[in-house]
């Protein structure tokens, strides 16, 4: 256990053991350790054991508590610090040489503490430490990880500002790899506790924009949106490949289950292109929510499209180009994934397509048509039924469009 050293008033010196709950300190008689001095509050302060480790802390006392010479109202101390209370110093000694330097026993410690800062409990953390310093002063690795524990507490609390105070949102740690999780319904916000609480926040507000406008057009508000905010396109395509459907390397942005999104710090310069990526990410979350999945894509990613007025690169020329020749991809074969096409062009080109049909049916039906479709789909229809829904089959929508087309998008 370790040991204290007691100088009153400067002169009397004792050692006392300290017992492992720990002791009280005051003028009062019933302290365990007690000083006969007129400034001393009856109930002074307290040491006490947590977690491991040891703590002082001050109860209220007239006069306050100082730590190696710093006021204080609660601290862990450790071996070799100094407790003022008064005229009267405590000098806190931790463990001696022959119950310490026990390195199985430090390392366990450490592991432990280790674990407890993984899953964000910083209390529980520096408690293990200190118990590891007062095994053994100095242990290096108890120094790099007190660090580290004092840097990411430090993170998480400018994170906590994200938190509004007075609604329900919350702010957890989802470790073990230092996630960060800030729950603000219907939003679920993952991301590493280093990024900048001012993009997060702007992320928050972004999607809550999209939400709304796209729950204007659609009528659909899912209850439930989780999304995942990487640092890197490695990371973002090794958290998709995972899921056997890797991100390609240009896309930002992805919605698979949940929608997930690559931004540096760098995003917030660019507040538009924020705006964009999550707005079609979250187009393709709230219609597959709607339509179980049903949707095909050409219709999901026209919707994305249009709803962001973000007409794919070229548009005008390549559409041109198509009636010039009459050489448009049949929607049959835009159903599942784009990047099933052979080549690089006809994939732009997909995109093109699926912006201009639905363009074409926005125009022709308004937003109460594709709501319509939608719906369709979401009760199981396939895709003649879904687009009887605006009395099209799939051969006269086609047709409808490329009558439209040369009046409405080219010169
Ligand atoms: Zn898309």
């Known amino acids: ?23 009280t300190i005051g003028r009062a008689w019933d302290n365990v350790i007690t000083f006969n001095d007129e400034d001393v509050s009856a109930y002074h302060a307290a040491l006490y054991c947590d977690g491991g480790g040891f703590f002082i802390e001050d109860r209220n006392s007239t006069n306050g508590t100082y730590l190696n010479h710093i006021k204080i109202n609660r601290s862990p101390v450790q071996g070799g610090d100094v407790i003022s209370i008064c005229r009267n110093t405590i000098r806190f000694e931790s463990f001696c040489a022959k119950e310490g330097a026990d390195d199985e026993n430090v390392a366990k410690v450490l592991t432990e503490a280790d674990r407890h800062l993984m899953h964000g409990r910083w209390d529980s953390a520096e408690s293990a430490v200190q118990k590891a310093l007062l095994m053994e002063q100095g242990n290096s690795q108890a120094l790099q990880l007190q660090d580290r524990i004092a840097r990411k507490k430090n993170m998480y609390r400018k994170l906590e500002s994200l938190v509004v105070p007075g609604k329900k949102d919350t702010l957890s740690i989802v470790g073990p790899d230092d996630f960060v999780s800030l729950n603000a319904a219907p939003f679920e916000i993952r991301f590493h506790i280093s990024r ?17 406008l796209v729950g204007r057009h659609l009528e659909v508000y899912p209850e439930r949106v989780e999304v995942e905010v990487y640092t890197s396109q490695e990371e973002l395509q090794g958290v998709t490949g995972l899921n056997g459907c890797a991100a390609p390397d240009w896309a930002a942005g992805m919605c698979d289950e949940k929608i997930r999104i690559n931004t540096d710090d760098d995003t917030l310069r660019e507040p538009q292109f924020l705006y964009l990526m999550l707005t079609h990410e979250y187009v393709h979350y709230a219609v597959r929510h709607m339509t ?45 994934d784009f990047s099933a096409l052979e080549y690089a062009e006809l ?16 125009q022709r039906y308004s937003w109460s048509g594709i709501r319509a479709v939608l719906g369709a789909f979401g009760s199981g229809e396939e895709v003649p039924g879904a687009l009887g829904r605006v009395h099209l089959s799939c051969e006269e929508l086609e047709q409808a469009w490329k009558e439209w087309l040369p009046h409405h998008c080219c010169r």
Not at 196 to 212: N, S, V
Not at 347 to 362: G, K, P
């Open 1 to 23: 256990m370790p040991v204290l050293h007691i100088t009153t008033s400067g002169f009397v010196e004792k050692t006392v053991d300290v017992p492992e709950t720990g002791c």
């Open 196 to 212: 900048d609480a001012h993009l997060i926040k702007e992320i928050f507000k972004t999607l809550k924009r999209a939400y709304d």
């Open 292 to 336: 179980g999945g049903k949707c095909p894509l050409w219709l999901e990613e026209g919707i994305a499209q249009v709803e962001t007025q973000n007409a794919p690169a070229g548009t005008e020329e390549l559409l041109q180009r198509a009636l010039d020749n009459d050489a448009f991809l049949p929607l049959e074969i835009l159903q599942h």
């Open 347 to 362: 994939i732009d080109f997909a995109y093109v397509e699926a912006y201009s049909i639905v363009t074409f049916l926005l």
